[in-house]
Structures are given as structure tokens and as C-alpha cells.
């Protein structure tokens, strides 16, 4: 409202400019020094709400639609190592949050989980479990819990590398010269997995909105589909990669890989496996070997990307105003599939098929009050103290020192295993499990690891009190 003197002088007028009218009116409120002091009051005539400066909806702005573009990083990134293993990664398609796939280095190993690894035959010890190893094995264990498993990579599942396997699955060809060679199975993406149908919504809501914009003839909208469709082919060249697990020399025997897995909780998982599994899951370095190799021709290329994204939104902020509007449907569509496959657990991303997984059980059942009772069910599996000292799984004091040596003495004298009813499995390493039962370890009944360790305890608290006492009788007779 702008206030203004009226023509008389006497007062000040009141004229408001907008669209809604007023009646303005004056009432004398003040009178001092013999002058009188008129305030003016708008009166609300005929008000009605605005819209779009008085334009209504045809000149609804939405010019903010480019910054969807660029949301929805944390659901992008959950999964897009293991996108990038398929070939699908390739496709034309709608991207939420592209540039959060072209930082200026990318990573060179995957992420792991905190734990302690010890071989219990070979001594290799590592402080945490690799990405495969753990979205293969790593379900949430209760405390002081202690299962077994058995993996195999079986013989019959050597195959050769089918059109899904290396379009969808990101599984290399063998040279020409191999082509006879039957092919170890490989681990890979899953190719009709939740990850395959967020890519292929993204592809289709692309060639909609290209589709669209041609028949609404909006030449913006038609490079800005273009521009932001392509730059997601683009970032699949920049971070393609395959894993690359180490593999024994040729002519060396594999030794007996078993592996013991100590979680922050006391819980313990035993991996009954050969060398070669137990270096590929636990012991070696999962490298990622990327396709683009050249850092400087990667920076290169993401350089590119970028400039290709914000080209991309100043053309998507100059569409029609029906267009935005299906931007921003499409985007709203893309970053809720990309937040319901990030949401999922990470192992339905990934086809693990070429390990096979039996479950063994403990007598006792893989529950424990203790940890003490834990690590005597884990010495009784694995036969064997020695990985306890390595793994830093119990103190190095005389108590359990002792205790130590004769939980694995007593291990042997029980060095039998039957065929029956799993206790408590899980369900997910059971898919290979006989129909008879699987393999159940048996344990002594007259020992009770627990009421030993306290024995040892005792005793030697004792020994030392006696020793304390005599020491100072000693000194006292002196």
C-alpha cells in the first residue's frame, strides 16, 4: 500500500496498488497543537487469494524442477558398485543424482564389516570381513552365538558364460582360444534383481518424456531428456569395473582353509572350506579393476559428465510448464525406486549362486549364556586353540591359558560328527542342506566348559593367595 497526501492538504490519502480494491477512510484520532492528525485505515474490500501474480495456474512457475534432478544421493550410492558390474549400467536412462557417481577419484576396494578373521590352519588374520564375504555369510549373529557352515564351489556348476550372463550380469568372455574351457563360476550382479528394474523404469521414463516433449514440440525439453539420459551412459563408461579375486599359483595344492570369524558381540561363525575359498571371501584383497584404468582420462570424462548436467538443467528449467510437471513426476518415480532398491537387503543385488552353503549345528545348539561357552563350542568345531592366541579371542592370563589347553585336549576325545535335524538353522544357508539333516557336531557330556574355566580360576587365585601369605610369614620370621 503507498500512502500519499490528499489534495486538500488536510490529510494523508491511502491508495493501495495490486489487484484486490480497498475503501480507504479517514477518522481523526489525534488532535495536538491545534493541528489535526488524520490516520488513515485500508479497509478490505472485495479480497481474493492470488495466484501467480493474478495470472493463475498458466503462470504457475516450477523453475525449481532442475533441482530434483540432483537429489536422492544416499539411495544413488547404496548400490552403485554393484550396478556398475552389469552391462545395463550402459543405458540411456533417468538418473537421480548423477553427480554423486563422479567424484574426483573413485574407490579401489569395497566396503567391509568390523570384525576379527583367523585361519585356523594357515594363521592369516585380518580385523575385518570382505564385502562378499559378508553379504554371502554375514547375517546378524546374537551374542555369544556360535554357527558353522560349510561352502564348496561344486564342480557341476562350471558353465559357459551365457548372453544374460555377460549382457546382464557383467561376466567376461574368455579369450577365443578358451572358448572351449569351461568357466569356474564367477561372482556377479544379479540380472533380475530389484537393481535391472529401477534401471530399466529410469530407461523407460526417459523415452516417455522424449516421447512427450516431441509431440508437445518442446525443443528444450527434447535436449534436456537427451543431455541427462545420456550422461548416465556416460558415467557407466567412467565406473564399469569387474572384481578381480586373487587365485593359487598353478601346480600348489590347496591346504584346508577353515576360517574363524569373531563379531564385536562374542558371536562366532566357522567356515568350513578349502584355501582357495577362504583367500577368495576372506584373505586376499577384493580389487576393483576398472575398465577406464587412466585416472586423468576418468577426471577427463567426469569433467565432461558434469558439464553435460548443468547444460542439462538449464534446459529442463526453460520446458513448457506441462513438461516440468512431468519431470518432476518422473523424477519423484525414480528417486522412490532407487530409495525402495537401496532399502532392500544388499544380498538381493548380488547372485552368489557359484558357492554352495550346507549349515552344521553344535550339540547344544548355537545359543550361549556365556562366552566362555561360545569359544569352548568354536574350539570343539575347529579342533584346535591355536587361532584363539592369533584372533585375540580370549586374555593371556594363566586361567585361560589353562583352560585353553584343556578345552582343546577334551575336543578330541569326542572327534565325531553325526547326520541329523539342524538345531535352529538358518534358512538361507539351507537351500543345500539333505533332505536326511545335515552335519551335527557332537560335544562331551561330562565336561561343562564354563564350571572348568571357574575351577582354574579358583585355584590359581588361591596358589596366589598362598603364595602372597607365605611371602610375608617369610619376611616376618626375618
Same mark, same amino acid.
Given at each position: 500500500?503507498?500512502?500519499?497526501?490528499?489534495?486538500?492538504?488536510?490529510?494523508?490519502?491511502?491508495?493501495?496498488?495490486?489487484?484486490?480494491?480497498?475503501? +480507504?477512510?479517514?477518522?481523526?484520532?489525534?488532535?495536538?497543537?491545534?493541528?489535526?492528525?488524520?490516520?488513515?485505515?485500508?479497509?478490505?474490500?472485495?479480497?481474493?487469494?492470488?495466484?501467480?501474480?493474478?495470472?493463475?495456474?498458466?503462470?504457475?512457475?516450477?523453475?525449481?524442477?532442475?533441482? !530434483?534432478?540432483?537429489?536422492?544421493?544416499?539411495?544413488?550410492?547404496?548400490? $552403485?558398485?554393484?550396478?556398475?558390474?552389469?552391462? @545395463?549400467?550402459?543405458?540411456?536412462?533417468? !538418473? #537421480?543424482?548423477?553427480?554423486?557417481?563422479? &567424484? #574426483?577419484?573413485? /574407490?579401489?576396494?569395497?566396503?567391509?564389516?568390523?570384525?576379527?578373521?583367523?585361519?585356523?590352519?594357515?594363521?592369516?588374520?585380518?580385523?575385518?570381513?570382505?564385502?562378499?564375504?559378508?553379504?554371502?555369510?554375514?547375517?546378524?549373529?546374537?551374542?555369544?552365538?556360535?554357527?558353522?557352515?560349510?561352502?564348496?564351489? &561344486?564342480?557341476?556348476?562350471? @558353465?559357459?558364460?551365457?548372453?544374460?550372463?555377460?549382457?546382464? *550380469?557383467?561376466?567376461?568372455?574368455?579369450?577365443?582360444?578358451?572358448?572351449?574351457?569351461?568357466?569356474?563360476?564367477? %561372482?556377479?550382479? *544379479?540380472?533380475?534383481?530389484?537393481?535391472?528394474?529401477?534401471?530399466?523404469?529410469?530407461?523407460?521414463?526417459?523415452?516417455?518424456?522424449?516421447?512427450?516433449?516431441?509431440?508437445?514440440?518442446?525443443?528444450?525439453?527434447? %535436449?534436456?531428456?537427451?543431455?541427462?539420459?545420456?550422461?548416465?551412459?556416460?558415467?557407466? %563408461?567412467?565406473?564399469?569395473?569387474?572384481?578381480?579375486?586373487?587365485?593359487? /599359483?598353478?601346480?600348489?595344492? /590347496?591346504?584346508?582353509?577353515?576360517?574363524?570369524?569373531?563379531?564385536?558381540?562374542?558371536?562366532?561363525?566357522?567356515? *568350513?572350506?578349502?584355501?582357495?575359498?577362504?583367500?577368495?571371501?576372506?584373505?586376499? #584383497?577384493?580389487?576393483?579393476? =576398472?575398465?577406464?584404468?587412466?585416472?586423468?582420462? =576418468?577426471? %577427463?570424462?567426469?569433467?565432461?559428465?558434469?558439464?553435460?548436467?548443468?547444460?542439462?538443467?538449464?534446459? !529442463? $528449467?526453460?520446458?513448457?510448464?506441462?513438461?516440468?510437471?512431468?519431470?518432476?513426476?518422473?523424477?519423484?518415480?525414480?528417486?522412490?525406486?532407487?530409495?525402495?532398491?537401496?532399502?532392500?537387503?544388499?544380498?538381493?543385488?548380488?547372485?552368489?549362486?557359484?558357492?554352495?552353503?550346507?549349515?552344521?549345528?553344535?550339540?547344544?545348539?548355537?545359543?550361549?549364556?556365556?562366552?566362555?561357552?561360545?569359544?569352548?563350542?568354536?574350539?570343539?568345531?575347529?579342533?584346535?586353540?591355536?587361532?584363539?592366541?592369533?584372533?585375540?579371542?580370549?586374555?593371556?592370563?594363566?586361567?585361560?591359558?589353562?583352560?585353553?589347553?584343556?578345552?582343546?585336549?577334551?575336543?578330541?576325545? +569326542?572327534?565325531?560328527?553325526?547326520?541329523?535335524?539342524?538345531?535352529?538353522?538358518?534358512?538361507?544357508?539351507?537351500?543345500?542342506?539333505?533332505?536326511?539333516?545335515?552335519?551335527?557336531? @557332537?560335544? &562331551?557330556?561330562?565336561?561343562?566348559?564354563?564350571?572348568?574355566?571357574?575351577?582354574?580360576?579358583?585355584?590359581?587365585? @588361591?596358589?596366589?593367595?598362598?603364595?602372597?601369605?607365605?611371602?610375608?610369614?617369610?619376611?616376618?620370621?626375618?
Amino acid at each position: 500500500m503507498i500512502a500519499s497526501r490528499s489534495p486538500d492538504g488536510g490529510g494523508l490519502a491511502a491508495s493501495c496498488i495490486g489487484a484486490a480494491d480497498f475503501r +480507504v477512510f479517514e477518522t481523526s484520532v489525534l488532535r495536538m497543537s491545534g493541528n489535526q492528525a488524520n490516520t488513515t485505515i485500508a479497509d478490505l474490500g472485495h479480497w481474493h487469494m492470488l495466484w501467480g501474480n493474478g495470472g493463475g495456474f498458466y503462470h504457475f512457475q516450477l523453475d525449481i524442477v532442475g533441482f !530434483l534432478a540432483v537429489l536422492g544421493e544416499s539411495s544413488v550410492t547404496a548400490n $552403485a558398485q554393484v550396478s556398475a558390474l552389469s552391462r @545395463l549400467f550402459y543405458l540411456p536412462r533417468l !538418473l #537421480p543424482a548423477p553427480q554423486a557417481l563422479l &567424484p #574426483p577419484s573413485r /574407490p579401489s576396494e569395497l566396503p567391509s564389516r568390523r570384525a576379527r578373521v583367523t585361519g585356523v590352519h594357515t594363521g592369516n588374520n585380518k580385523e575385518h570381513v570382505h564385502h562378499i564375504a559378508n553379504i554371502l555369510l554375514g547375517q546378524e549373529l546374537p551374542t555369544f552365538t556360535v554357527r558353522c557352515v560349510k561352502v564348496t564351489k &561344486p564342480d557341476e556348476l562350471k @558353465l559357459r558364460p551365457t548372453r544374460m550372463d555377460t549382457i546382464f *550380469k557383467g561376466v567376461q568372455k574368455k579369450n577365443k582360444s578358451q572358448s572351449s574351457e569351461l568357466l569356474p563360476p564367477s %561372482i556377479k550382479a *544379479k540380472a533380475t534383481g530389484p537393481l535391472s528394474a529401477v534401471t530399466l523404469t529410469g530407461f523407460f521414463l526417459s523415452v516417455s518424456l522424449f516421447m512427450i516433449s516431441f509431440i508437445l514440440g518442446d525443443g528444450y525439453s527434447m %535436449i534436456a531428456t537427451l543431455l541427462l539420459s545420456f550422461l548416465s551412459t556416460l558415467i557407466g %563408461i567412467a565406473n564399469k569395473w569387474h572384481l578381480k579375486l586373487a587365485k593359487r /599359483p598353478t601346480g600348489s595344492d /590347496p591346504d584346508r582353509g577353515d576360517t574363524v570369524i569373531r563379531y564385536p558381540n562374542g558371536s562366532f561363525l566357522v567356515v *568350513k572350506c578349502d584355501d582357495d575359498i577362504a583367500r577368495e571371501l576372506y584373505f586376499a #584383497p577384493e580389487e576393483i579393476e =576398472y575398465d577406464i584404468k587412466s585416472l586423468p582420462f =576418468y577426471r %577427463i570424462i567426469s569433467l565432461m559428465a558434469t558439464l553435460i548436467l548443468m547444460l542439462g538443467i538449464i534446459f !529442463l $528449467a526453460n520446458a513448457k510448464l506441462q513438461l516440468q510437471f512431468a519431470w518432476a513426476g518422473s523424477y519423484g518415480i525414480i528417486n522412490a525406486a532407487h530409495w525402495a532398491a537401496a532399502a532392500l537387503p544388499a544380498k538381493v543385488h548380488w547372485d552368489l549362486s557359484c558357492y554352495k552353503i550346507e549349515e552344521q549345528s553344535v550339540a547344544g545348539g548355537p545359543t550361549n549364556k556365556t562366552f566362555t561357552e561360545a569359544l569352548w563350542k568354536a574350539i570343539l568345531i575347529t579342533k584346535s586353540k591355536e587361532w584363539v592366541t592369533i584372533n585375540e579371542a580370549a586374555p593371556q592370563t594363566p586361567t585361560w591359558e589353562q583352560w585353553l589347553d584343556k578345552a582343546e585336549m577334551v575336543s578330541w576325545t +569326542v572327534d565325531k560328527i553325526e547326520t541329523g535335524p539342524l538345531i535352529n538353522p538358518i534358512p538361507e544357508w539351507n537351500m543345500h542342506t539333505p533332505p536326511k539333516g545335515g552335519t551335527v557336531w @557332537l560335544a &562331551p557330556k561330562d565336561w561343562d566348559a564354563k564350571a572348568a574355566w571357574d575351577k582354574f580360576d579358583r585355584e590359581n587365585k @588361591l596358589a596366589k593367595k598362598l603364595e602372597k601369605d607365605g611371602g610375608v610369614r617369610g619376611s616376618q620370621t626375618v
